[in-house]
């Protein structure tokens, strides 16, 4: 394979060369590894590639020298010939970076053809960047970073390009998500948060149509800025920021509303971008997902009278948008379950806490007042309810207590809500971690007013609801009716015995409600009646008071 570069570092000609690396370039576009090229050899053709990179020559030259580069940067052996300072600064300088680092103006014009160079140095630092962690370390120091964002104010010159664009966030996302030390300076440094949610408006505002859709190179691009914000916001301090910080995830919020809601060209356009907006959503400060609801007024689009988007003087698009998002995720999980449903219950749990108005209306989609329905379980049937209440025994941990943990918000974190809606079988698990096997309530503050009513079918049937299973069930026969006190006896003590033997050998393990309102294990079996008391043995209330 090294034959096919043999004589690069002889020829003088420019033209040669750029037969030269075309040839070699179109041989080996799908190609990932290097095997025939030792790392002398490519440390030959790494050198000459500067030489040509720093040397005078036509833009075409540039871009074949650094699509080279591109396409043996992919192999991660012997990669370090193609990690030297002064390659790597040779390939920021043809990205034009270092003039952006540099501030030294407004911004530059792109000539014909620079942008395929620029495009193509792009591409170089990606890959470098993915593969090596020199090169993640010396590319967050060597003014690369600070070229992506100053370049950002110029996002609105029809002079550069989409491709261009897509590159720098491409970088930048590889370099907050790999290098965590950066993200800090992105944020406050170089003031990174307000000139991304900036680009993350452009698309927004380009059409004036308001029926206008999203192409698919807006969601694309716009999808690599969210993963970039998801980045450098994940470890921000919710309950210590200032009001400039405060203003920033207000707006930033505003246009994640506006994601929700908007159209794309497809429904996979539709679901990537609602993805990555979820995942934002979820490192947002509480109070910034008032952000969500937009007031209606009589005259707005929509109107007072469309009143599957209105509740409570608010438009409630952007949450209903969530809710199919969590209800395609609960009927066809992409990729793994935990993948699938963590960020969007968890993105649900804290826009319930965080805005009592949302709280309310999920309440009243999800968990609406019972009917006949109680006739079937809780985890039977197609409804958002049904679907969540199913995933309460999931095998997989965290999607079990999110999805108890969103129920439970919902409910004002009130134990025996949360029994009457999913069953205490299916609340079993959240109750005994809260300690509230016993009822009670969570440390959560909520409004006491509440709209909770039961229907009169839910009336009816409310007498004979198993609360284990919380489900209506017909009256049983008693099956201890027509046995003998010595018969009840003996049936006692063989389920004692069967109890027992269970326990002996480990297959469960006999728990009472501790003083916390959590199970305790206990030794043996007979421990379980010692708190039982006889209400024959309790003596006569003689107080005459």
């Known amino acids: 394979m090294a034959a096919d570069l043999v004589?690069?570092?002889?020829?003088?000609?420019?033209?040669?060369?750029?037969?030269?690396?075309?040839?070699?370039?179109?041989?080996?576009s799908q190609i990932f590894v290097f095997p025939g090229i030792g790392s002398a050899e490519k440390q030959k053709i790494a050198l000459t590639l500067l030489k040509r990179l720093d040397n005078k020559g036509s833009s075409r030259c540039y871009a074949l020298c650094l699509e080279t580069v591109r396409i043996l940067s992919r192999d991660k052996n012997g990669l370090d010939v193609l990690t030297t300072e002064d390659l790597l600064k040779a390939i920021v300088r043809h990205a034009q970076l270092e003039y952006y680092a540099q501030e030294l103006g407004e911004g530059v014009t792109i000539q014909n053809g620079e942008s395929n160079v620029i495009v193509e140095a792009q591409k170089c630092l990606c890959n470098l960047i993915f593969n090596s962690s020199s090169v993640q370390r010396i590319c967050c120091?060597?003014?690369?970073?600070?070229?992506?964002?100053?370049?950002?104010?110029?996002y609105q010159d029809p002079d550069v390009t989409y491709e261009i664009k897509y590159f720098d966030m491409r970088m930048l996302f590889l370099l907050t998500a790999l290098c965590a030390d950066i993200r800090p300076k992105i944020r406050h440094e170089l003031h990174g948060l307000s000139y991304l949610i900036e680009v993350l408006d452009l698309p927004l505002r380009g059409p004036e149509q308001s029926d206008a859709r999203l192409s698919d190179k807006d969601v694309d691009l716009i999808n690599e800025v969210l993963k970039i914000l998801f980045n450098i916001t994940i470890t921000v301090g919710k309950n210590n920021m200032d009001e400039e910080e405060e203003a920033h995830f207000l707006r930033l919020v505003s246009i994640l509303h506006d994601l929700l809601v908007c159209d794309t060209t497809t429904k996979e356009k539709t679901e990537e971008l609602q993805n990555h907006t979820v995942n934002l959503l979820t490192n947002m400060p509480r109070a910034s997902y008032e952000e969500l609801l937009t007031p209606l007024s009589e005259g707005a689009v929509g109107g007072m009278d469309n009143k599957e988007v209105e509740y409570d003087g608010n438009s409630m698009e952007a949450v209903i948008a969530l809710l199919a998002f969590l209800d395609r995720r609960l009927d066809k999980p992409v990729k793994s379950l935990k993948e699938s449903l963590t960020p969007i219950l968890h993105c649900m749990c804290e826009i319930c806490r965080g805005n009592r108005c949302i709280r309310k209306y999920c309440k009243q989609k999800v968990l609406p007042?019972?009917?006949?329905?109680?006739?079937?379980?809780?985890?039977d049937g197609q409804t958002l309810r049904n679907k969540l209440c199913k995933h309460l025994t999931s095998s997989v941990q965290e999607i079990k207590e999110l999805v108890a943990d969103f129920l439970f918000v919902m409910c004002k974190e009130k134990a025996e809500k949360m029994v009457k809606y999913t069953g205490y079988g299916n609340a079993a698990g959240l109750l005994a971690s809260r300690g509230l096997m016993c009822g009670g309530k969570g440390p959560?503050?909520?409004?006491?007013?509440?709209?909770?009513s039961d229907t009169e079918e839910y009336l009816k049937l409310r007498e004979n609801i198993n609360p284990v299973t919380g489900r209506w069930e017909t009256e049983k026969s008693d099956p201890l009716a027509g046995m003998t006190e010595e018969q009840k006896e003996y049936e006692a003590v063989e389920l004692a015995k069967l109890m027992h033997k269970l326990h002996s050998d480990g297959i469960v393990q006999p728990c009472r409600i501790g003083e916390d309102g959590r199970p305790e294990p206990v030794d043996h079996i007979l421990e379980l009646q010692e708190d039982i008391t006889d209400p024959t043995d309790q003596e006569p209330n003689t107080d005459m008071d």
């Open 7 to 28: 004589g690069l570092a002889e020829s003088t000609s420019e033209e040669d060369v750029c037969k030269i690396l075309k040839c070699f370039n179109e041989k080996n």
């Open 444 to 452: 959560g503050e909520y409004s006491s007013d509440s709209s909770d």
């Open 369 to 379: 007042p019972l009917r006949d329905d109680v006739k079937r379980l809780p985890q």
């Open 141 to 154: 120091r060597n003014g690369c970073v600070e070229g992506i964002i100053q370049r950002l104010k110029t």
